[in-house]
Structures are given as C-alpha cells and as structure tokens.
C-alpha cells in the first residue's frame, strides 16, 4: 500500500468506484422522486418521474414555456423555493409573475428570490440550498455552471435529496452532469366553443441518463385541476381544405346572358347594354351606353 494512502481512504475510493460503477439508475433507485403528471412521459424516464439531482430545462428566447414546465414540477413538491438569478436576468425579466405561477400550483409566498451580479455567489448559494434540508427545489435563472460546477451541483443533490432546475435559453447548451435534459415550447392551443382553450406546449427530452430515449410530446394544462396531460398534436390542415368550393363564377361576374356572345376580355364586346371593357388601373369593369 502507498504510504500516503490510509486504509480509510482506500474504503472510500473503492466505495466511490463501486457507485460509478453502479451507474445513475441503480444511485438514485429507492430515492423520492417527482412525476411529471403525464403517464407516457414519466413511463420513459428510467425513474419513473424526476430524481434527486440537476435537471435542465430550455426555452427560446422570450418564451416563458421553460419556465412554466419547471414551476409545474416544483409546484406539486412542498416547502420554499430558493430561486437564485444574476442580476442582469432580474433587470431583464423582472420577478416571477404572481398570478401566473398561482395557475401553475405555485404559491408566490414559497419563492426565496436570491440575486447576485457574480456567478461564483450564485453557484455557492445554489450549493449551500441544495443542502438545506426543507427546500421543495433550487432553481438557477440566468447562470449555467460549467462541468465541475455542475458535478458538485449534483453530488450536493445526491446527497441531501434536493431537485436543482437549471433554466437555459435557446437550443445550444454547455456541458454538464444534468441527469435529464428537457427543450420546452409555446403551442397553440385547442380552440373551444366560447374561445381559446387551455395552454399547451411541445416538451422535448433531449437527454436522460439511465437509459432514456429521447423523445417529444405535446401537453395541456388544465388550470381548474392543476394538472397535465399528453394530447395528440392537431392535424396540419385547415378546415377550409376539407370542404369542396362550390362551382360558381368569381364575384362581379355573372356569365354570358343568354341571347349575347361570350365575352371577350381581351377586346370590346358591343351587346345590347353597350359597350363593356376592363379599365386598365383597376382592373374593374366599365360600361359605355
């Protein structure tokens, strides 16, 4: 043995190759988890829902679907949320939006707002959070670890059970030790008899460790249950096209008359109602007694 390595330190070496060994799946089996709601998304995650550790959710720029995926999967799990931005996002965006986070299942009153100009403060307070025990999750708005930032991240998740929720914006990400990654969009929604129906997104699973495939879905929320569902995405037609044009002649045109020649718009047709030719700057009939 090296005379620099105790026989506690090799225990814990042989433990840590032993869990690396194991992989994600087998870590984190028998760990609280949270579901999604939707049976055919969670039926693909290896855990049955989201486990403890960092997960990243991305929108585009501007569309606050991102936001609304995360705060519904928060919102189902009790206690504070720490929620912790860079100063630049909060002069951006401003505070989560009070009345819009209530129909996702999240009471403002549970929001811990943490600003700081400096990554490294935002990623210490994130750590420290995701150790405190109590904590419904950690979210990060504004600020991406790098790997070994992340990797702690994680370990720290791991280790006290917390949820992180790492808030991206457009479609190129870093890398990271994120157990899943998730790309969320604004869909239109399913018209209703007395006007718009309830909001809908496209949710994308781009990345699952422990075997996940990726995979797309399109959901509703359904503000009075608080709940969401997997739909079938609309047919890419309008109901225009299903119906047959009847056959019938343009508007301002009713056809020959009887008793009078075709008409010719290339040329003057003299008829019994005078002369009828097309004015060149509108394109609109003229007649001529």
């Known amino acids: 043995m090296h005379p620099h390595i105790t026989p506690l330190r090799t225990e814990r070496i042989a433990h840590a190759a032993a869990l690396l060994r194991q ?38 720029h501007g569309d606050a679907a991102g936001v609304a995926f995360a705060v519904k999967l928060i919102g189902q799990r009790p206690g504070p949320v720490l929620w912790c931005r860079s100063r630049r996002t909060a002069l951006e965006t401003g505070d989560p939006y009070g009345p819009g986070i209530v129909g996702l299942g999240l009471s403002p009153d549970r929001l811990i707002l943490v600003e700081a100009a400096k990554p490294a403060e935002l990623l210490w307070a994130m750590e420290e959070g995701v150790r405190t025990k109590g904590l419904a999750a950690v979210v990060a708005d504004g600020v991406m670890p790098n790997l070994t930032a992340s990797r702690r991240l994680q370990l720290a998740a791991e280790a ?45 699973l781009w990345r699952c460790r422990g075997g996940g495939r990726p995979q797309d879905w399109m959901v509703e929320w359904d503000n009075a249950a608080l709940s969401m569902s997997v739909v079938s995405p609309m047919a890419d037609r309008s109901l225009a096209a299903t119906i047959p044009a009847p056959n019938r002649s343009p508007p301002g045109f009713d056809g020959p008359r009887p008793g009078r020649d075709p008409i010719d718009f290339s040329r003057p047709n003299s008829g019994a109602a005078g002369t009828i030719g097309w004015n060149d700057l509108g394109g609109r009939k003229s007649a001529a007694a």
Do not use: K, N
Request: glycine fraction near 14%; charge should be negative.
């Open 160 to 204: 006290g059970g917390g949820l992180v929720f790492m808030l991206a914006t457009g479609r190129q990400s870093a890398p990271s030790t994120a157990l899943t990654r998730w790309f969320a969009a604004s869909a239109p929604s399913r018209p209703e008899a007395d006007g718009p129906g309830r909001p809908c997104w496209t949710i994308e």
């Open 23 to 60: 992989g994600p799946r087998e870590r984190l089996e028998g760990r609280a988890r949270t579901c999604t709601g939707a049976i055919e998304i969670d039926d693909v995650l290896p855990w049955g829902g989201l486990p403890s550790g960092l997960h990243e959710i991305a929108a585009a």
